[in-house]
């Protein structure tokens, strides 16, 4: 038996580099993962000729052992690098034909976006008052009682006080049911002669339908100076009113209250749709209200420490989704909030 151990290491010999020539063939075969993994699986599995290999070990006399354990471990080691390399190749295969682009495919369009109408709304005023020399201001969302109402000259026991009229929250804050706290805001902080603008949200918790929401957007605008009066307001809205519906856009004035200012009126254009002739969205009136505004009120100056006796000013606010609705003829103040697309991208 001795005598037999070369020729059978010579055999052996043999069969490892049959072993490893028919590995390099069936790498070189296998193009996806799973084919890979059958050629692992032939090579390194249980079942494989080089586990059989491994079981004659035992059988070699401690004279050879050495040089077989050598010659299988070599080969092992060679397979699994040639393993792991090819499994690299293929994975990188496979993430540049998923990025490749075919030039004879047709393109997908890209459809571009546009602004929301009531952000077109928004931007469009606030450039008019901009052009007339005002400013935009903004505030917190979440206010107080005092810069909401006490500072705004509306007493206690006032309706809009109500938690049927405000969002209040544990910490006895509320979400603002008006901008004219940032006024307020403002005034505290800067001297006058000012002339500011006050977009944002505002919060009331109304029954929602087709022409109220919980949530909807107001601008409110304030001017202070020396001598101004009801005529500068006037104007200023006129050259607003003339912007936005167009010049042939009658305006009138009807007596109000507001709590902030003194004299008060409802601002009303002629109806764009039917020019004044009268028709159901006016309710055969001829006009649309579309703001209130007036003379700001000696006791909110008194609040923010402006002498009355000195200063005069004119405030007006307005809702952005009223505004809107008139000039795109919108007649359901939810289509603003509901994403749909169908409506969006009209606009």
């Not at 309710?283 to 002498?307: H, Q, R, T």
Request: hydrophobic share 40%; glycine share 6%.
């Amino acid at each position: 038996m001795p005598a037999k151990l070369p020729q059978k290491i010579k055999s052996l010999r043999k069969k490892i580099e049959k072993i490893e020539k028919q590995a390099r063939v069936d790498l070189e075969q296998a193009q996806t993962q799973q084919e890979l993994e059958n050629v692992r699986i032939k090579c390194l599995g249980r079942n494989s000729e080089l586990a059989q290999l491994l079981k004659l070990i035992p059988e070699l006399s401690l004279k050879y052992k050495p040089e077989f354990g050598r010659l299988v471990n070599t080969l092992k080691r060679t397979l699994e690098e040639s393993l792991s390399g090819k499994n690299v190749l293929l994975r990188k295969l496979k993430q540049e034909q998923a990025l490749k682009i075919d030039i004879t495919m047709p393109g997908m369009i890209q459809e571009s976006g546009t602004i929301h109408p009531l952000s077109q709304t928004l931007q469009e005023i606030m450039q008019i008052f901009l052009n007339l020399g005002f400013s935009v201001a903004e505030g917190p969302e979440i206010e107080t009682d005092y810069y909401n109402f006490s500072a705004l000259n509306i007493p206690e026991g006032h309706p809009s006080r109500e938690t049927f009229h405000t969002f209040y929250i544990d910490t006895g804050d509320l979400l603002r049911s008006q901008t004219s706290p940032v006024q307020v805001r403002v005034m505290e902080k800067q001297k006058p002669p000012l002339r500011i603008i006050a977009p944002g949200r505002v919060y009331r918790p109304d029954a929602t339908d087709a022409s109220h929401s919980f949530m909807f957007h107001q601008i409110e605008g304030l001017a202070v100076d020396r001598n101004i009066s009801f005529a500068d307001l006037k104007g200023t809205l006129s050259v607003f009113i003339n912007a936005v519906f167009g010049s042939k856009t009658k305006m009138r004035f009807r007596p109000h209250f507001f709590p902030f200012t003194e004299p008060s009126a409802e601002v009303d254009i002629s109806c764009i749709i039917c020019g004044g002739k009268g028709c159901r969205v006016c309710s055969f009136k001829g006009w649309l209200e579309i703001l209130g505004a007036g003379m700001v009120d000696p006791n909110v100056f008194s609040a923010v420490k402006y002498d009355p006796q000195h200063w005069q000013g004119f405030a007006f606010g307005m809702g952005v989704e009223r505004i809107a609705m008139l000039k795109y003829g919108i007649t359901d103040i939810r289509l603003f909030f509901e994403n749909d697309v169908r409506f969006l991208r009209q606009f």
